[in-house]
């Protein structure tokens, strides 16, 4: 299987067991790298109010309380490296 092929069902996988977009996959894995939702912003060529909307929906889905929370569900569920 390919790097490409698996990433694919990683991602099929996420949206599936967790409802979660690839968006919001990608805004989860840079919390999870400790960065504030302007560098995220940045990062992902998004506008701030934007990036704490997916989070926000994130904490929804998760039932997470927390910036922190969804950085922890992260590590916990190995969507960052250590």
Not at 45 to 70: D, F, H, M, N, P
Request: aromatic content about 8%; proline content about 1%.
């Amino acid at each position: 299987m390919s790097n490409e092929d698996q990433e694919e069902e990683w991602e099929e996988e996420l949206e599936e067991t967790w409802g979660l977009t690839e968006r919001e996959r990608q805004v989860v894995e840079l919390i999870g790298k400790c960065m504030t939702y302007p560098e995220i912003a940045e990062e992902l060529g998004l506008a701030y109010e934007t990036v704490k909307t997916y989070a926000s929906r994130v904490r929804k889905r998760l039932s997470l309380k927390s910036k922190v929370a969804i950085a922890l569900w992260a590590k916990e569920k190995g969507l960052i490296d250590e």
